[in-house]
């Protein structure tokens, strides 16, 4: 669609107007968040005028999502610094994935206090505890780690974000790694919690119940792939009975697969943890394991060079 646009402004001057030239801005807008963000910055914004100004307007980067596997490398950092700029610190909701991603993060960091949503492939925990510093608004935070994070880190990501509310972790490397005092510092910590999703982590029945105890408005509760847990008696009931949308999907040394994953017969099918008013901006797909197969989209070029028709 991209090249036939661009095919089509390129055309002779009595050629009839391209038709998506006529349409109001903000459906123009509304169609364009849905191509990747190097696709707007290298293709869209330079098709006419007004997809231009459209692709300059600051509400077409209040959500981002950049994967550096799907640029060149020469190109990452150009495109980063634009689709950060462009948000002209409106940025509200923020997926980074990638290698190297640490020092996008912090330049982001430094220009989006007004975050709420930041999902992470986490690499250098360090780089992600220093920006998560310059986030205080953050409501919803969504880590796959390579590396460990310590019960310290946790209390770095607490302190710095007193409204969290959704929170999910995921080890990468270390599957089914001890978790308990982590749980517990979850249930101790952050009292604010309406959704959590625990992956591949060990878990002792007493960190599940500190999550049930110190989280009083939790109603999404996802443990998949977590050892340790022993949900016969009446810690599966009070799950149950308590949380609205919950998945207890515990390992078995037994047998890992034998079982299916325990949800609530209070589990709504199509709940979408983001219909929260306070959230409404959020866009993400609960269903699916890895919190990064689901994210809308946008991204490229320096926006210092003000020709849409870059060299």
């Known amino acids: 669609m991209i090249q036939t646009a661009v095919a089509a402004s390129s055309s002779s001057s009595a050629a009839p107007t391209p038709p998506w030239i006529e349409l109001p801005e903000d459906l123009t807008a509304n169609i364009l968040k849905r191509l990747d963000v190097e696709e707007i910055l290298e293709s869209a914004q330079k098709v006419c005028s007004t997809w231009w100004r459209v692709c300059k307007n600051p509400a077409m980067w209040r959500v981002i999502d950049f994967d550096s596997h799907r640029c060149a490398s020469h190109n990452v950092r150009n495109i980063w610094l634009c689709a950060v700029d462009r948000s002209q610190g409106q940025l509200l909701e923020l997926k980074l994935s990638g290698s190297r991603m640490d020092d996008l993060l912090a330049y982001a960091a430094e220009r989006s206090s007004q975050l709420r949503c930041l999902t992470l492939d986490v690499y250098l925990i360090h780089t992600v505890l220093m920006s998560i510093k310059k986030l ?18 946790f209390e770095t990501i607490v302190v710095s974000c007193p409204t969290l509310k959704s929170f999910t972790y995921e080890e990468f490397w270390n599957c089914n790694r001890e978790f308990t005092d982590h749980a517990v510092a979850i249930g101790k ?65 037994q047998s890992e697969h034998d079982s299916e994953p325990y949800q609530s017969e209070r589990d709504q099918a199509d709940y979408d943890w983001d219909e929260d008013d306070d959230l409404s901006y959020s866009r993400h797909d609960i269903d699916g394991y890895d919190p990064f197969s689901s994210f809308p989209g946008q991204f490229w070029f320096s926006d210092y060079d003000s020709d849409p028709d870059f060299h």
């Open 189 to 253: 910590t952050m009292p604010n919690l309406r959704h959590l999703r625990l992956f591949n982590l060990s878990i002792e029945n007493k960190g599940l119940e500190a999550i049930l105890d110190g989280c009083p408005g939790l109603e999404s509760l996802h443990l998949q792939l977590c050892s340790g847990l022993d949900l016969q008696g009446g810690l599966g009931k009070r799950c149950s009975d308590r949380i609205k949308d919950l998945i207890l999907d515990p390992v078995s040394s």
């Open 136 to 153: 205080p608004q953050l409501e919803e935070l969504h880590l796959i780690a390579r590396s460990r994070f310590t019960l310290q880190d």
